[in-house]
């Protein structure tokens, strides 16, 4: 499976650790669990891009321009293509609607050969994106880039609020279906310069800095 991220998913698991964490602390996950979420790869933004609503795509036909067509993705996740007629593109790789065209025109031509180009990717515009919640001056969310780090987020969220756990820090990454909270030491980052826990971040990373207990 591509690493896009369910957003909806991943904010749902977020708030009942939350939740769970409000009664009895900041949580992480285990040992393994970290080691495993952290060594997915963050040099890209997402492994594979795959389709959604409000992308637009170019479909073009070898040989035949007048089946070649730029359109959106429609909310019901299908494109329309001259013969070949709806066809369901959110949740695939451009490469794997490129060939379910092609399938559905065999009827009409031999061998066709289409091509699938993303022209707007606008479904990313949510999915892809990384945030920082809880004690900094202002929650933030931004669209993911390539070597992002917990340290940036910081920075971009206004620095810490001054009633803030620091070193108490969680990462939400979703791995496999499954959320991993990841211990971050912010205050180890921020005045001691030890980046140990100064993590790069992939699409769909959260991350939520406490409050101090009174």
């Known amino acids: ?63 035949n321009d007048d089946l070649s067509i730029s359109v959106p993705v429609r909310p019901d996740g299908k494109i329309s293509v001259p013969l ?41 515009e949510f999915s892809d994106r990384v945030r920082v919640t809880g004690a900094v001056q202002q929650p933030t969310s931004v669209p993911h880039r390539a070597g992002m780090t917990v340290l940036d987020m910081v920075l971009n969220s206004g620095g810490l609020s001054p009633f803030a756990s620091a070193n108490n820090s969680v990462l939400y990454r979703r791995v496999d279906g499954e959320v991993v909270a990841i211990p971050v030491k912010l205050d180890e980052i921020l005045t001691r310069g030890d980046i140990s826990t100064n993590y790069r971040l992939r699409p769909g990373d959260i991350l939520t800095v406490p409050e101090r207990r009174i």
């Open 1 to 63: 499976m591509s690493s896009k991220y369910s957003l909806k998913g991943l904010l749902l698991s977020l708030t009942a650790v939350t939740l769970v964490a409000g009664c009895a602390g900041p949580g992480t996950s285990s040992p393994e669990k970290i080691q495993r979420a952290l060594a997915v790869d963050t040099t890209n933004s997402v492994d594979q891009y795959i389709l959604g609503a409000t992308d637009v795509v170019r479909v073009s036909v070898w040989r």
């Open 84 to 124: 070949a007629g709806d066809v369901k593109a959110s949740g695939l790789a451009p490469e794997e609607l490129a060939r379910d065209i092609e399938l559905r025109l065999e009827s009409y031509i031999r061998e066709p050969q289409v091509s699938v180009v993303v022209t707007s990717m606008g479904s990313h």
